[in-house]
Antibody, heavy 119, light 108 residues
Framework: QVQLQESGPGLVKPSETLSLTCTVS????????WNWIRQSPGKGLEWIGY???????DYNPSLKSRLTMSVDTSKNQFSLKLNSVTAADTAVYYC?????????????WGQGILVTVSS | EIVMTQSPATLSVSPGERATLSCRAS??????LAWYQQKPGQAPRLLIY???TRATGIPARFSGSRSGTEFTLTISSLQSEDFAVYYC??????????FGQGTKVDIK
């Protein structure tokens, strides 16, 4: 059974960099888009971007200038860095998988990690 | 960016009744449309992809349909565990892939 698990600090100061890692178990990291999606408190879902196992990426244009995503296939992990954070970046951050060959939505999700931006 | 508009924002339904949720895309997304269910404190769960195909393990009371840029999720007979927030999402045009704002199904 595929499982995804987010990890990282739950509190980040304004203007600093938010860094999260997602660990994938029970399946290959190949042939999938590995995504980050966030949900601000009481709000809807926002797609942040994805990294492919080769390292190629695609980002939400609204966040692109502050984003870096990477993958470590040897550890079955992928990561998110969002710099210059503000209170508006406070959200639950999810990692999720989408197949490259048969795009069928996000079929596996992590449980989510709440990141609060505050001094 | 494709805008996904869901209606209604809240739907009050009695257990055992049918629920019909709508999602409209601002332009064609073909059938590249997924529906998710989210319960409090949980991650979203994939229900439907390809506008009408149930994901693995999803009960047959959930069904999806498409008419042009209008999509519908129907829950034929609501069970207690179905009270939740439902999101549609297009995966046709990116970046970005986009979600609707959600429909909350609560108990009447």
């Amino acid at each position: 059974q595929v499982q995804l698990q987010e990890s990282g600090p739950g509190l980040v100061k304004p203007s600093e960099t938010l860094s999260l890692t997602c660990t994938v178990s029970g399946g290959t990291i190949s042939i999938y888009y590995w995504n980050w999606i966030r949900q601000s408190p009481g709000k809807g879902l926002e797609w942040i971007g994805y990294v492919y196992y080769s390292g190629s990426t695609d980002y939400n244009p609204s966040l692109k200038s502050r984003l870096t995503m990477s993958v470590d296939t040897s550890k079955n992990q992928f990561s998110l860095k969002l710099n210059s954070v503000t209170a508006a970046d406070t959200a639950v951050y999810y990692c999720a998988r989408m197949s490259v060959t048969d795009r069928q939505g996000f079929d596996y999700w992590g449980q989510g990690i709440l990141v609060t931006v505050s001094s | 960016e494709i805008v996904m508009t869901q209606s209604p924002a809240t739907l009050s339904v009695s257990p055992g009744e049918r629920a019909t949720l709508s999602c409209r895309a601002s332009q064609s997304v073909s059938s590249n449309l997924a529906w998710y269910q989210q319960k409090p404190g949980q991650a979203p769960r994939l229900l439907i992809y390809g506008a009408s195909t149930r994901a693995t393990g999803i009960p047959a009371r959930f069904s999806g349909s498409r008419s042009g840029t209008e999509f519908t999720l129907t829950i034929s007979s609501l069970q207690s565990e179905d009270f939740a927030v439902y999101y549609c999402q297009q995966y046709y045009h990116w970046p970005p892939w986009t979600f609707g704002q959600g429909t909350k199904v609560d108990i009447k």
